[in-house]
Each structure stands twice: as structure tokens, then as C-alpha cells.
């Protein structure tokens, strides 16, 4: 075990010099500074996401499930703040955020590189994203790794195949047998129940961020040529685990 070093106060250890001062609002009105933090935040809880998905992923492909389930548990309540900080953002009202919004330039959400990472990581593998990114560089290249690398999606279905499952013609059928003899495959009806936990989780993300999104600009087109609120909406019925929905309506 590492000793901890004499003398380190709290601000060392958190970093909180750097930390705080990367808040850096352009336009000197009060407003901005609250949308910065909101945006930062979610950068630290998605960075916190990519975390435990890799921890849970390898821990899956061990057949640890009991932790694995800790981990992914720990990403819903990490997704169930992410919704609530839409409120907090919704207190920004449109007069408010269009003072603004021009210091934002072409800047926009849609090019989050760890959202991205996380949405690979998780099991939704668009190459089509990879575009927002400059070839060559760092953001591109995690995304690219994050391409390659198995997936949660990819873990799960690995772990029915461990346990005899033929998933040739996909996972659906293998998910409804594990559902229908819950008692004798309880760790994989577990595991089932905390992916379908944690895509709830991000259904729900999704749809407070286009309520908060269409709230203060409604229809506008994003910064950075996003097509803000329409695009948003067409992201609703993702899901990463449409089997594990759609095997309730044949139980």
C-alpha cells in the first residue's frame, strides 16, 4: 500500500487549483458560468462511466458477476444525476442562454468524444461518429480503440455463450431461456436486469435532454450545425439492448 503523502492537503490531492480554474466564461454574463458547469460535470461523470463500464466488462468476461453488477449499478445512479443536472440547467431560460450562445461558436455537444467513447463502450458502434473527430488525433483515436474493443454488449453475449448458449442467430432466444429459468441461471437473469437498469437510465437522459434542449431554444438548429432538438428526438428509441426489451412481451 502507497503512504500517503506528508503534508497533502485536499486541494492537492483533488486538484482543485487546475479544477476550478477551468471555468472560463467568454461573454462576462452571469448565466454562462452555470452552463460551463453543467457541461464540465457531465464531462467528470462520463470520464467516471468509461471507468466502470471497462472494470464491469472485464469483470463479465471473468465471470465475476456479483462485482460487475456493483459497477454497473454504479453507472444508473451516475446516469440518474446526469438527468437531474437537466434541471438544474433548465433554470436557464432562453432570453438568458441566447445572451450567450453566440461565444460558443461552432463548440457543440454533439462533439463530445467521451459521450461517443461511452456509447461504443456500451454496445452502439456508429463509425459514422468518427467523422466529428480530426483523423490522427486523440479524440479520434480512443474512439477508433473503442470501436475495436469488445463492448458491454459484446461481454454479455460472450457470457451466454460460456454457459452453452448457441447465439449464431443472435441473443434474443438465449435471453428469453435465461428469463424463463431465472432460478437456475439467476447470475445471467441478474446481469440481464442490470443492462436493462442501465438502458432504462439512458432512455431517460435522453429524453430530459430534449425536453431541457427544446425548453430553451425549441427548434433551433444546435451551435455547430447539430440539428439540435430534431436530432435529439430521433435518438429516443435507442436502445442497447432491444432484445432484453422486446423478449417481456413472449414471457
Known amino acids: ?9 485536499y486541494a492537492q490531492y483533488l486538484g482543485l487549483d487546475e479544477l476550478l480554474s477551468a471555468q472560463r466564461p467568454l461573454s462576462g454574463l452571469h448565466d454562462e458560468m452555470l452552463f460551463i458547469v453543467i457541461h464540465q460535470t457531465m464531462e467528470l461523470w462520463m470520464k467516471e462511466m468509461l471507468h466502470e463500464v471497462d ?6 468476461g471473468e465471470d465475476s458477476f456479483a462485482p460487475a453488477y456493483k459497477a454497473l449499478a454504479r453507472v444508473g445512479r451516475i446516469q440518474s444525476v446526469m ?7 433548465s433554470t436557464l431560460t432562453p432570453v438568458d442562454y441566447l445572451a450567450f450562445r453566440d ?12 459521450f461517443r467513447e461511452l456509447e461504443f463502450r456500451l454496445g452502439l458502434k456508429d463509425p459514422a461518429f468518427l467523422s466529428q473527430h ?9 474512439l477508433e480503440r473503442a470501436l475495436e474493443q469488445p463492448s458491454l454488449r459484446d461481454a454479455a453475449a ?3 455463450e460460456r454457459a452453452g ?10 435471453w428469453l431461456d435465461v428469463y424463463r429459468r431465472a432460478d437456475d441461471l439467476f447470475e445471467l437473469y441478474q446481469l440481464a436486469e442490470k443492462l436493462v437498469d442501465l438502458d432504462d437510465a439512458l432512455a431517460m437522459w435522453r429524453h430530459k435532454h430534449v425536453l431541457t434542449v427544446e425548453r430553451i431554444i425549441g427548434n433551433k438548429r444546435g451551435t455547430g450545425g447539430s ?16 432484445e432484453l426489451w422486446s423478449l417481456r412481451t413472449d414471457l
Open 103 to 114: 461565444v460558443l461558436g461552432t463548440s457543440s455537444g454533439f462533439q463530445s468524444a467521451q
Open 1 to 9: 500500500m502507497t503512504a500517503t503523502p506528508a503534508g497533502m492537503t
Open 83 to 89: 438527468t437531474l443536472s437537466w434541471d438544474v440547467l
Open 227 to 242: 440539428a439540435g432538438a430534431s436530432y435529439l428526438r430521433s435518438t429516443l428509441d435507442k436502445r442497447l439492448f432491444p
Open 134 to 142: 480530426t483523423a490522427g488525433g486523440a479524440d479520434r483515436h480512443k
Open 158 to 160: 460472450a457470457a451466454l
Open 55 to 60: 472494470y464491469a466488462i472485464r469483470l463479465i
Open 165 to 174: 448458449f448457441d447465439i449464431s442467430d443472435g441473443t434474443g432466444p438465449a
